[in-house]
């Protein structure tokens, strides 16, 4: 990587920009954020967020490594709060003042000659103006939930001019646009199912449509263990066969393969027992230990309650048309509905970067090239971050912005370009024939999340400090951010030795001089 770098662009300003302009300012470089939203957050800005909206994680696994959550928060923070957390963060490491927020990226062009980079075209969207600036490296930063999927379904027009709304779920705002109304809500994602049961109490009714019914996860397993104890554990992600096997990992898939089955069995069927799946009809046709990508969610409070008692109506059909009074399904039967609801998730794309990279990158399915998910071998002084999202995603976005840190400085020891993306290659189909991530998106690390971490780990030179019994805890407990910080604080360390004895040797050739 060339040396010469100094001034940094950072295309978006979620959990991922804010990580990545910590870490890039405190190895001193010069940052500029570009937000096109009014507010810093990315999907947990206030325009973009639904009603009922919480984390999917407990407080403690979804904080930064050296910012925990306020012990006041409860253990499943809502919106608000997330909003305030991060502007809290950005505010005393100072990025908010690196911010440009209402301004769009619409054209990123690389800058040849003796200092190659980046000629990066914004728009302001308060003054709607344009202008360019010089950079010498560039970090995506725009999530992958960045661009709203909805599907065009003839009819649509008709009904809108009869007084129906047609929304996605970042438009859901608040209760009042469907308070006492006929609604339909597409979808049995987090945002489709967070937002049925939320409106249930306050709609005339609410019926949900969906393909197919998935795995959802209580946040208390019997009411007792919170989640973070069965899946976000080392042990509970070693009883998934990774692409390579070692150690103890070997032992479970092959000779353990009994305990294996067991562990996952024993979860399935608590699961179904908890939430009635089979008195509901709500039971997904895979099994959980199949079913686990980063569209796994834990269930809202009180969704499969509704669904038995019948509050909330389900189908498992699809929209085939719009008409003046509601909606036509893929059965034939006739809804009618006030407002319809997409809960149909998002698409990832980068439309600012030249069709020639734009080519390198995505492929016919959507699935985002990029070795260890964070750069292209043949795209230099391009980063991304986010693009590995995991069940921690704020930790995998800051020890991939830890990474892309070291990188830019020439710090890394990596494999050729040609032997980078062989490697990247073959994780990307070894995904797509053994663990396709749902949205097909190909930024999805789950449910190999430590795995990612480990590979970004090693590839930094680091070692874990950790051993013996402390070590056994390590890989039995939940995550816990905090004690990833052993990364930082060897690499400053080296980083210090490495000044310390360049100022010897040129100390040594002064005194032979």
Same mark, same amino acid.
């Given at each position: ?267 399935? $069927?608590?699961?179904?027992?908890? +939430?009635? @799946? ?5 039971? =997904? *046709?895979? %099994?959980?230990?199949?079913? !686990? ?68 990158? $995505?492929?016919?399915?959507?699935? +985002?090239? @990029? ?5 292209? =071998? *043949?795209? %230099?002084?391009?980063?991304? !971050? ?128």
């Amino acid at each position: 990587m060339n040396t010469k770098i100094h001034h940094i662009c950072i295309i978006g300003a979620g959990i991922s920009g804010l990580v990545a302009a910590k870490t890039l300012m405190e190895e001193g470089y010069e940052v500029t954020v570009f937000e096109k939203q009014k507010g810093l957050g990315g999907v947990w800005e206030s325009s973009r967020t639904y009603v009922g909206l919480t984390t999917q994680n407990p407080r403690d696994t979804y904080a930064f490594t050296d910012y925990p959550m306020p012990a006041s928060y409860p253990e499943w923070p809502n919106a608000e709060q997330m909003q305030n957390y991060l502007k809290s963060y950005a505010q005393d490491f100072g990025i908010v003042e690196k911010i440009q927020f209402q301004t769009e990226v619409i054209q990123v062009e690389r800058k040849t000659g003796v200092q190659p980079g980046w000629i990066v075209s914004i728009q302001s969207n308060d003054q709607n103006t344009q202008n360019k600036y010089e950079f010498d490296f560039v970090l995506v930063c725009n999530g992958i939930f960045n661009i709203p999927k909805m599907p065009l379904l003839a009819g649509q027009d008709e009904f809108i001019a009869s007084g129906g709304e047609v929304l996605h779920s970042t438009e859901l705002n608040d209760s009042s646009q469907v308070e006492g109304k006929r609604i339909i809500v597409v979808g049995f994602g987090r945002s489709a199912t967070d937002i049925a049961t939320h409106i249930v109490p306050q709609v005339k009714e609410c019926t949900l449509l969906f393909r197919h019914s998935l795995w959802k996860m209580p946040k208390y397993l019997l009411g007792l263990v919170n989640i973070k104890y069965v899946l976000l554990t080392r042990f509970a992600e070693a009883c998934f066969p990774y692409r390579h096997l070692q150690g103890i990992e070997w032992a479970l898939h092959t000779i353990g393969k009994p305990l294996v089955w067991a562990f996952w069995k024993l979860n399935e $069927i608590l699961v179904r027992l908890q +939430f009635g @799946l089979d008195t509901c009809g709500m039971l =997904p *046709d895979k %099994p959980l230990y199949e079913s !686990v990508n980063c569209s796994s969610a834990v269930a809202p409070t009180n969704f499969y309650k509704y669904l038995a008692s019948g509050k909330l109506k389900a189908k498992k059909t699809a929209i085939a048309r719009f008409n003046s009074d509601g909606v036509e399904l893929e059965n034939g039967q006739q809804l009618h509905a006030d407002v319809v609801i997409f809960g149909t998730g998002f698409r990832q794309d980068v439309p600012f970067l030249p069709e020639k990279y734009r080519q390198m990158l $995505i492929d016919d399915q959507g699935y +985002f090239h @990029l070795y260890r998910n964070l750069i292209h =071998p *043949d795209i %230099p002084q391009l980063g991304f !971050v986010g693009y590995n999202s995991s069940f921690f995603s704020q930790l995998t976005s800051e020890i991939g912005s830890w990474w892309l840190a070291e990188y830019v400085k020439g710090n890394l020891l990596l494999p050729s370009n040609a032997e980078m993306i062989q490697d990247m290659e073959a994780e990307i189909y070894w995904r797509q024939t053994k663990w396709p991530p749902a949205g097909g998106s190909g930024g999805c690390t789950s449910p190999f999340n430590f795995h990612h971490l480990e590979q970004l780990i090693q590839d930094m030179g680091v070692k874990n400090p950790t051993s013996g019994w402390e070590r056994i805890a390590e890989v039995m407990m939940p995550l816990n951010p905090s004690t990833y910080q052993y990364i930082r604080k060897e690499l400053r360390g080296k980083r210090l030795s490495s000044a310390n004895n360049s100022e010897i040797a040129e100390s040594a050739e002064v005194e032979v001089g």
